[in-house]
C-alpha cells in the first residue's frame, strides 16, 4: 500500500479507550480476514471486547474518519478495506491527548467544584485550554452520555447520578435486574465471552502493582456486568444495563481513581467467582454473590 492509499488523519483527539477500540477493530478484521464490506455490528464489538456500546460507537467513528471504515445512514458501520489491507490504518490512529482535562473535568464535577451547568468561558479559565481543544472536550463528553446541551447554548451534566441519594436507587435498580437477569430461563452461559472477561481480568490483578488507569478498571467492570445481561437474553435488561453504564461513568468513574488496591482486587476477585458460579451452572448462588457485590460496591 502506498503513502497516497493511507487513511488521512483526523483532526479529531479521540480518547484512549475509542483510539484502542479502534485499533482492536481493526486487528481483529485483519486476523479474521474480514472482506471489504463487511457489517462492523456494534453490539456484536462490545461484547467481545467487553465494553458498552458508547465507545464502540466512537471507536467506529474514528476509523470511519480514517477512511478504514463506512458509515452508511440507517445501516451501520462496514468495512472500506479488506482486512489483510488494514495494517497501515492501524499505525495511522493518532495519539490520544486531552484525557487529563477530561479527568479532571470528571473529578472537580464529582467533587462538588463544578456547577451542574457549564460555562464555556470559565473552563476556558480554569482548565487553561484553548476553545477549540476544549469544544472537542466536551464533544467526547456528549458521546459517553455525560453532559448534554442546553437549549440555546451551552451544557450541563447528566444529574440523574449526581447525589448520593441517586446512587443508592441506582444499586438496588441494579440489584434487581442483574440478579434476576442470572435467573433468566433464556440466561446462556457465552463461554467464548467468559473466557475474554477472565483474561481481562487477569491482566489487569497482575497489573494492581503498576497502578493501573481507573479507565482501564471501569471498562472492565462495566463490560462485565454489560456481559451477563447480554447473556440474560432478555433485551430489556440489556437497555437497562447500558443506560446504567453510561449515568455510572460520571460518578463512578472518578470514585475509581481513589480505589486502593485491596478494593480493586476484592472486586476483581467478586467478580470471578460470579463467573465461577454461573459455569457450574449455580444461577442462585451466582446472584447471591451478585447482591453481595452491588452491596460492597463503592458509592
Given at each position: 500500500m502506498n503513502e497516497r492509499s493511507l487513511p488521512r488523519q483526523t483532526s479529531r483527539k479521540p480518547s484512549n479507550l475509542h483510539t484502542a477500540l479502534a485499533k482492536r477493530i481493526l486487528a481483529c478484521a485483519a486476523e479474521k480476514q474480514w472482506s471489504a464490506g463487511f457489517h462492523l455490528r456494534e453490539a456484536e464489538i462490545a461484547r467481545a471486547f467487553e465494553v458498552s456500546r458508547t465507545p464502540v460507537r466512537a471507536a467506529l467513528g474514528l476509523l470511519a474518519e480514517q477512511g478504514a471504515v463506512e458509515a452508511r445512514a440507517n445501516q451501520g458501520f462496514f468495512l472500506a478495506r479488506d482486512g489483510k489491507d488494514l495494517e497501515a490504518a492501524e499505525r495511522s490512529l493518532p495519539?490520544?491527548?486531552?484525557?487529563?482535562?477530561?479527568?479532571?473535568?470528571?473529578?472537580?464535577?464529582?467533587?462538588?467544584?463544578?456547577?451542574?451547568?457549564?460555562?464555556?468561558?470559565?473552563?476556558?479559565?480554569?482548565?487553561?485550554?484553548?476553545?477549540?481543544?476544549?469544544?472537542?472536550?466536551?464533544?467526547?463528553?456528549?458521546?459517553?452520555?455525560?453532559?448534554?446541551?442546553?437549549?440555546?447554548?451551552?451544557?450541563?451534566?447528566?444529574?440523574?447520578?449526581a447525589s448520593p441519594e441517586a446512587r443508592e436507587e441506582s444499586y438496588r435498580f441494579r440489584m434487581m435486574i442483574e440478579c434476576m437477569g442470572l435467573c433468566e430461563p433464556s440466561f446462556r452461559v457465552n463461554k467464548p465471552a467468559f473466557a475474554r472477561s477472565r483474561a481481562a481480568h487477569d491482566a489487569f490483578i497482575a497489573d494492581l502493582d503498576h497502578t493501573p488507569s481507573a479507565e482501564r478498571f471501569f471498562e472492565i467492570n462495566a463490560g462485565f456486568h454489560g456481559m451477563l445481561a447480554a447473556c440474560s437474553g432478555n433485551r430489556f435488561v440489556v437497555q437497562a444495563m447500558e443506560a446504567q453504564n453510561s449515568l455510572r461513568r460520571l460518578t463512578e468513574y472518578a470514585d475509581y481513581g481513589g480505589l486502593d488496591r485491596e478494593a480493586l482486587l476484592r472486586s476483581c476477585r467478586e467478580h470471578l467467582a460470579i463467573l465461577d458460579a454461573l459455569e457450574q451452572g449455580d444461577t442462585n448462588w451466582a446472584a447471591t454473590l451478585m447482591r453481595q457485590h452491588l452491596t460492597r460496591a463503592p458509592r
Open positions: 495519539s490520544a491527548r486531552d484525557e487529563d482535562i477530561i479527568h479532571a473535568i470528571l473529578r472537580d464535577r464529582e467533587a462538588g467544584r463544578l456547577p451542574e451547568n457549564l460555562i464555556e468561558t470559565d473552563l476556558l479559565q480554569t482548565y487553561q485550554i484553548g476553545r477549540s481543544a476544549l469544544g472537542k472536550v466536551l464533544l467526547r463528553l456528549a458521546e459517553d452520555g455525560l453532559i448534554k446541551r442546553r437549549r440555546g447554548h451551552g451544557w450541563s451534566f447528566v444529574p440523574s447520578l
